[in-house]
T-cell receptor, first 115, second 110 residues
C-alpha cells in the first residue's frame, strides 16, 4: 500500500512568487493535514481538509491556502512568498481507528526554499 | 501556548546509555503517538497508545501513557547511534484535532 506522497521534493522560488505543493493521502484516508516545519523547529499546523472541506486552519496569513479534490488529494498554495516561508512542508493523512485510536501518517515532505 | 510540552529539548548521550523523554500536558487526549524524524524526512510513526496506564515495548523503546491520559514517556535502553533523530509526541483530542509536542532532538555519540 502506498503511503502519503508529496511533490515536488524540492522547490526553489523567488521572493514574491507563488508556490504550489501537492499531496496524495493513503488510499481510503479522507483527511489531509498540512504542517510547516522551519529548520530546527517543531511542526506548525497549517490546514486540515476533510471530505473536500477546510475544517481548520492554523495561525498563518491568508496567503497560505489550499484545497482538497474529490479524490482526496490536496494542494497547498503559498502566495507572495517571503524568505521566512522557507521550510519543510509536510502533508499527512489520518487513519481513524476505534480500538487503536486515530493515527496520523506523514509524507516525506516538500522542501521550499525562497531566495 | 504549546499544548504538549516535551523535555528535554536537546539530549546528547554516549552509545549504551539509557534515556527518557517526557511529553506533558494539562489536557486529556484520546490517544497519543510518538514519531521519530530524521533530517530532511517526514516523521515516522513509532507507536500509538490509547489506554491510560498502557505500556508498549518496541525492542529497546518503552512507551508509557499516563493513567490520566495527559502525559507520556519514551524510554530508550542502551541507545545506539541509529536512534539519533528528532522525537515528537502528538496527541489526538476528539474531532481529529492533532497537537504536536515541541520535539526532543537526540544525538547518540558512538
Amino acid at each position: 500500500e502506498a503511503g502519503v506522497t508529496q511533490s515536488p521534493t524540492h522547490l526553489i522560488k523567488t521572493r514574491g512568487q507563488q508556490a504550489t505543493l501537492r499531496c496524495s493521502p493513503i488510499s481510503g484516508h479522507t483527511s489531509v493535514y498540512w504542517y510547516q516545519q522551519a529548520l530546527g523547529l517543531g511542526l506548525q499546523f497549517l490546514l486540515w481538509y476533510d471530505e473536500g472541506e477546510e475544517r481548520n486552519r492554523g495561525n498563518f496569513p491568508p496567503r497560505f491556502s489550499g484545497r482538497q479534490f474529490p479524490n482526496y488529494s490536496s494542494e497547498l498554495n503559498v502566495n507572495a512568498l517571503e524568505l521566512e516561508d522557507s521550510a519543510l512542508y509536510l502533508c499527512a493523512s489520518i487513519l481513524q481507528g476505534t480500538l487503536s485510536g486515530n493515527t496520523i501518517y506523514f509524507g516525506e515532505g516538500s522542501w521550499l526554499t525562497v531566495v | 501556548t504549546q499544548l504538549l510540552e516535551q523535555s528535554p529539548q536537546f539530549l546528547s548521550i554516549q552509545e549504551g546509555e539509557n534515556l527518557t523523554v517526557y511529553c506533558n500536558s494539562s489536557s486529556v487526549f484520546s490517544s497519543l503517538q510518538w514519531y521519530r524524524q530524521e533530517p530532511g524526512e517526514g516523521p515516522v510513526l513509532l507507536v500509538t497508545v490509547v489506554t491510560g496506564g498502557e505500556v508498549k515495548k518496541l525492542k529497546r523503546l518503552t512507551f508509557q501513557f499516563g493513567d490520566a491520559r495527559k502525559d507520556s514517556s519514551l524510554h530508550i535502553t542502551a541507545a545506539q547511534p541509529g536512534d539519533t533523530g528528532l522525537y515528537l509526541c502528538a496527541g489526538d483530542r476528539s474531532g481529529n484535532q492533532f497537537y504536536f509536542g515541541t520535539g526532543t532532538s537526540l544525538t547518540v555519540i558512538p
